[in-house]
């Protein structure tokens, strides 16, 4: 069961009290997308208690590392101050593996004086998605997100293998779309669905992918703040599932090599708040101006966001070449080859699907960064280059080809960071620099392979 967007405190209480919940889990989505926070007894889980956390928790790196100095101490207080979190009643749900009945509550992070903490994940898609509310627009968002499992792996030297299925075997060749592979991990999906159903998550349909244990799960439209705090409940419900079934669920980028990388390829769309007009749509059917120039700013801004869309060195491994991940800022209509597709549809669901966007993105970050491109598309009537109606791999990259070159194309662009907060993009470049630094340090196979003994 899902609650309403406008729940209010005291009906949460209500809500709580039905389902004799005695733990509360206070959830805040950090940069990677990691949920940090605390539990509390149910007792304690009160609207004027309120909870703390120190600044920097949602601001840093995966490894759990932060910048040792730099800009990034510009926004955030090397005091170490802490956030005033607050819930939000609407995004309250049960933890369905909880032995004991445990709910789950998102919470926004708020400085001492009131205002959104500007680079906290949640902050960064609100501030957007609010620039479209004052046209009397809303954004309207459908993320399809591949995944892969694989067998446990406990050592991290260790290539990843796919998983042993009910026939007691593991897959070695592509399965696009096979029910049968599929219907090898039922018991795991039937966990998946049932623990869906019961925390309100809107998936829909479930595929087999290309690559060997790939699948794609894809989420009904709606409102991005409701659709990422979705993808961010189904990362962990499905890695909770398939620990319970002996494997890993994993939305690395590029985790096998060989095989196809993992995407969320997110479709989207503006509806006329006044009208109920898709705004991609003229009345006569045909593709509106606002439609082409939504394409323009997602061509002009995505490579300064493939920081965003690719946030780590893993990511660029998997745009590559003929691999179902694009290499370009190209577009076209039913066409798998660009990075900006758009589907065939009908005027009311005319629509713009952004292929570039890697599975480990931050899903609340993600839709922010595609969003504000689109923005800057329209305000700035930025016109598209022509279709893309033949092979886009048959052309030129356009997209930067690692972390390094993304976070300096992100640094430069002055429009892209005044739709989603310089504060956020200072803070999110120094924590994604203190990342890479942490990884130079590490020498890979291929390098011991291929350079000990011959140069």
């Not at 609010?130 to 260790?158: C, H, I, K, S």
């Not at 894809?218 to 319970?244: G, M, Q, S």
């Not at 016109?383 to 976070?407: F, H, I, M, N, V």
């Amino acid at each position: 069961m899902v609650v309403r967007d406008n729940f209010t405190f005291s009906e949460l209480e209500q809500w709580l009290n039905e389902r004799r919940v005695t733990e509360i889990e206070c959830l805040v989505p950090d940069l990677t997308g990691v949920a940090r926070g605390k539990i509390l007894p149910r007792e304690k889980f009160t609207e004027d208690r309120g909870m703390r956390l120190p600044e920097a928790v949602v601001a840093m790196g995966v490894t759990g590392e932060f910048p040792e100095e730099g800009p990034y101490y510009d926004v955030i207080s090397p005091n170490d101050m802490d956030m005033h979190l607050r819930p939000d009643p609407s995004t309250v749900r049960i933890v369905p593996w909880a032995v004991d009945p445990t709910a789950q509550v998102i919470h926004d992070c708020y400085d001492r004086n009131g205002q959104l903490v500007p680079y906290a994940p949640r902050s960064v898609l609100r501030r957007v998605c609010d620039l479209f509310a004052g046209q009397g627009w809303d954004p309207v968002v459908a993320p399809e997100l591949e995944f892969y499992l694989v067998a446990r792996n406990t050592d991290p030297d260790m290539p990843l293998k796919p998983p042993i299925g009910r026939s007691g075997r593991s897959e070695t060749s592509r399965q696009a779309y096979s029910i049968d592979a599929v219907n090898e991990f039922d018991p795991l999906f039937e966990d998946v669905y049932d623990y869906c159903e019961k925390m309100g998550l809107n998936v829909d349909t479930l595929i087999h992918e290309i690559g060997a244990g790939q699948m794609e799960i894809n989420f009904f439209h709606a409102h991005p703040l409701n659709l990422a705090d979705e993808v961010f409940f189904f990362k962990r419900t499905l890695r909770e599932a398939a620990l319970r079934h002996d494997m890993f669920a994993t939305f690395m980028a590029k985790p096998i090599a060989g095989e196809p990388g993992s995407a969320m390829h997110v479709h989207q769309s503006l509806v006329n708040k006044a009208t109920g007009r898709n705004l991609f749509s003229n009345e006569d059917g045909t593709p509106s101006k606002e439609f082409y120039w939504y394409i323009g700013g997602l061509q002009k801004h995505v490579p300064a966001a493939m920081a965003i869309f690719a946030p780590y060195v893993n990511s660029y491994r998997r745009l590559a070449r003929n691999t179902a991940a694009p290499i370009n800022i190209q577009w076209g209509t039913d066409n798998r080859t660009v990075g900006i597709r758009s589907p065939v549809a009908g005027p009311a669901s005319r629509r713009i699907e952004n292929r570039v966007i890697g599975a480990d993105a931050n899903p609340y970050v993600a839709l922010a960064a595609t969003l504000a491109c689109g923005w800057l598309g329209i305000k700035n009537q930025i016109e598209p280059t022509p279709e893309c109606k033949g092979d886009a791999y048959l052309g030129d990259y356009q997209l930067p080809r690692s972390l390094g070159e993304a976070l300096e194309l992100l640094r430069k662009d002055k429009d892209l960071a005044s739709v989603l907060g310089e504060d956020f993009v200072t803070v999110y470049t120094e924590v994604k620099e203190t990342e890479y630094a942490e990884f130079m340090k590490v020498i890979s196979p291929w390098e011991r392979e291929h350079l000990l003994l011959h140069v």
